[in-house]
């Protein structure tokens, strides 16, 4: 298939500036030499010259000498036989797309899709692989994972994955030789350093044409809605996944269980509070600028762009989800697991439902903390929590001397709700909580949030006066909170 003109231009403008970087380090080298030779010529040493053209000549080498290129897997490889449906799926798109269908399939554990060249020279030869984020396939349906695939083989459809190797490695050397010449305290790593700030300014509006182009060619092949509902998904759970691995997956996981991955993502964004904060990090990309290092275009580009193509697909963005194309996505999950952590052990963690898992694991936690750290604060009752608003920087003291003091309220707001949360349920309160949601505990049709009600301890907002009638009202005021009286667990 011939090249689209403006690929072709981008490609040679990218050679050329690579072409453009090595000249200009090889031309100080030359032209350092020739001041030495000059200098032998004239029967003189200049101590200086020669200090200054042996450390720039060495860092030039050193840092622009090719290095060679490792790819190790990004993730964990899915064989054709073992997931026939994902496959297929690529393969049709591959076609569509006037493609060669990846040599390899990988699954990896982020919010993402890319293909590239493994093990190339240059951009040339190699293996076509593919990788798709796990997390992705959760969140995405069919038709739209579909048009993800069609952006990524539009990166092979224009050429990018052979440009891409040339762009990377520039990159590099220009970065190596700013770094080591900024190591060695010499000035003559300036010219290096407007050169990069030069090349990347370019190549990343090369990057950002690429984007456009592949976001273009999946439009034409599957439909418009697929695409920019995939774009505005993506662009707000990216960052949410992060939040949802960190904040709620591994601190369960740290419990030697094994709640799923993927299915508690899903819990995670339905859960009130994420989808608000999923709605206020969708506003925040469709007000993004970009900037010139941008390597991808600001989310509404892309989608203005996207309503601009002609002949568009017409594919809509509903369709069962892309999740379902996978076979046996619990031990998909335990490997992955295993491969990202490094540790084996962890795909044999006993695994579970999420309200099976979590609850265990976090009253695990808590009860853990009010062991260790209960009986050394002075004596409380939960009648008491509400007049201990003036005491909770001294009571987060009595816990971890080495909170900084600007965030003792708040953290002995939180000592309050672990106390007054393990307290109620020694006491026969049921405690529940899932992904994205807080943990309550609760007894028939009451419901009490222990983290919230330290909080608002906190925050000046519940009285004594509202605490004991609320105490009163179930019946709480008189269990142990603290002292040398807690009942162990």
């Not at 691995?245 to 509070?273: H, I």
């Not at 193509?309 to 509903?318: D, F, L, M, N, Q």
């Amino acid at each position: 298939m011939r090249k689209n003109p403006s690929l072709a231009g981008r490609a040679v403008l990218a050679v050329v500036l690579m072409l453009g970087f090595y000249l200009l380090a090889l031309g100080i080298c030359v032209t350092l030499a020739l001041l030495l030779w000059a200098d032998v010529q004239a029967g003189r040493v200049h101590p200086k010259l020669w200090i200054v053209a042996a450390v720039t000549i060495g860092v030039v080498a050193w840092s622009v000498w090719p290095r060679a290129a490792k790819f190790p897997d990004p993730g964990i490889r899915l064989r054709e036989d073992e997931q026939p449906a994902l496959w297929k799926l690529v393969r049709q798109v591959a076609q569509a797309a006037g493609q060669e269908p990846p040599r390899e399939l990988f699954l990896v554990g982020d919010v993402n899709a890319f293909v590239a060249e493994r093990d190339s020279r240059m951009g040339f030869g190699g293996t076509r692989i593919l990788g798709i984020g796990l997390p992705l396939l959760q969140v995405l349906s069919v038709p739209q994972l579909k048009s993800v695939l069609a952006h990524e083989f539009g990166h092979f459809h224009g050429g990018d994955t052979r440009l891409g190797p040339f762009v990377y490695r520039t990159r590099d050397a220009i970065g190596r030789t700013v770094v080591n010449f900024q190591k060695a305290g010499s000035l003559m790593g300036k010219p290096f350093e407007w050169y990069g700030r030069l090349f990347l300014r370019a190549t990343f509006a090369i990057s950002r044409a690429q984007e456009f182009a592949a976001d273009a060619l999946a439009v034409r092949l599957v439909g418009r809605e697929p695409v920019q509902t995939s774009l505005r998904l993506t662009s707000e759970v990216a960052p949410l996944f992060d939040h949802y691995v960190r904040g709620e997956y591994l601190p369960v996981l740290n419990r030697n269980v094994r709640p799923p991955l993927a299915g508690g993502f899903a819990l995670f964004l339905a859960s009130r509070a994420i989808r608000e904060l999923q709605v206020q990090v969708r506003e925040e990309a469709m007000q993004a600028k970009g900037n010139p290092y941008d390597s991808h275009p600001p989310l509404a580009e892309r989608l203005a762009a996207a309503a601009a193509v002609e002949r568009p697909g017409s594919e809509p963005a509903s369709g069962p989800p892309a999740i379902g194309l996978l076979r046996n996505l619990d031990a998909l999950e335990a490997k992955l697991l295993a491969f990202q952590t490094g540790a084996e052990e962890v795909a044999r963690l006993p695994a579970g439902p999420w309200h099976e898992v979590a609850v265990p694991a976090l009253l695990a936690g808590w009860s853990a903390f009010v062991d260790q750290h209960g009986r050394k604060l002075p004596a409380l009752r939960v009648a008491d929590l509400a007049a201990q608003k003036g005491r909770l920087a001294e009571l987060a003291a009595a816990v971890d001397p080495q909170v900084p003091e600007e965030e003792r309220r708040g953290f002995g707001a939180w000592v309050l709700g672990v106390l007054l949360g393990v307290a109620l349920h020694r006491a026969g309160w049921a405690v529940e909580t899932g992904p994205g949601d807080p943990a309550y505990v609760v007894r028939g049709e009451v419901r009490l949030e222990p983290m919230a009600i330290g909080r608002s301890l906190a925050g000046g907002t519940l009285t004594e006066e509202g605490w004991a009638a609320e105490c009163a009202r179930h019946g709480i005021g008189d269990l142990v909170l603290a002292g040398p009286d807690l009942p162990s667990g």
